[in-house]
T-cell receptor, first 110, second 110 residues
Framework: GEDVEQSLFLSVREGDSSVINCTYTDSSSTYLYWYKQEPGAGLQLLTYIFSNMDMKQDQRLTVLLNKKDKHLSLRIADTQTGDSAIYFCAERLNDYKLSFGAGTTVTVRA | KAGVTQTPRYLIKTRGQQVTLSCSPI?????VSWYQQTPGQGLQFLFE???????NKGNFPGRFSGRQFSNSRSEMNVSTLELGDSALYLC?????????FGQGTRLTVV
């Protein structure tokens, strides 16, 4: 089945690390993605991970994947005010169909 | 390299009318997907086209249709518009693993 769940809100102090969590249900997922959406904008692809990997690092972003528990997380190091946005986790089920979570609103406070 | 271009950015239509939205993918990308984003339902998959053929379809009524041209540009059409069709319509362009989104078309049905 297709069901991706995320916590809805996260508040973090500027300079701290943010960790956004996501769980998915379909064990046949091939790739898992993180997207960022700012007000009035489309979705910006941040990073993705292949399902046979357990970690991927890309500058300030670290993705951890626990395939056994179907748990995905995105860590943003040294969070800045420009990181305030909605973050979506998505799983790719077949071909190019993506199933998205509801999004986590990240608020960075000074 | 140019990103995904969606036109128009904003539309206001009356109930019962029809609307056509356009998406120009990144050069060389042959897969185009469409998603509807609403506050209540989140991001939902509409359909996906590859080389002018629809490969996947989401759970939307037949009023929602699409097509893809030989240059990979895609259009989606919604006929007999309802108030509930008001949403941000997002198009994604893919070559292989990565899906890149456009800025979306904000459709308001009054």
């Amino acid at each position: 089945g297709e069901d991706v769940e995320q916590s809805l809100f996260l508040s973090v102090r500027e300079g701290d690390s943010s960790v956004i969590n996501c769980t998915y249900t379909d064990s046949s997922s091939t790739y898992l993605y993180w997207y960022k959406q700012e007000p009035g904008a489309g979705l910006q692809l941040l990073t993705y991970i292949f399902s046979n990997m357990d970690m991927k690092q890309d500058q300030r972003l670290t993705v951890l994947l626990n395939k056994k528990d179907k748990h995905l997380s995105l860590r943003i190091a040294d969070t800045q005010t420009g990181d305030s946005a909605i973050y979506f986790c998505a799983e790719r089920l077949n071909d190019y169909k993506l199933s998205f979570g509801a999004g986590t609103t990240v608020t960075v406070r000074a | 390299k140019a990103g995904v271009t969606q036109t128009p950015r904003y539309l206001i239509k009356t109930r019962g009318q029809q609307v056509t939205l356009s998406c120009s993918p990144i050069s060389g990308h042959r897969s185009v997907s469409w998603y509807q984003q609403t506050p209540g339902q989140g991001l939902q998959f509409l359909f996906e086209y590859f080389s002018e053929t629809q490969r996947n379809k989401g759970n939307f009524p037949g009023r929602f249709s699409g097509r893809q041209f030989s240059n990979s540009r895609s259009e989606m059409n919604v006929s007999t518009l309802e108030l509930g069709d008001s949403a941000l319509y997002l198009c994604a362009s893919s070559l292989d693993t990565e899906a890149f989104f456009g800025q979306g078309t904000r459709l308001t049905v009054v």
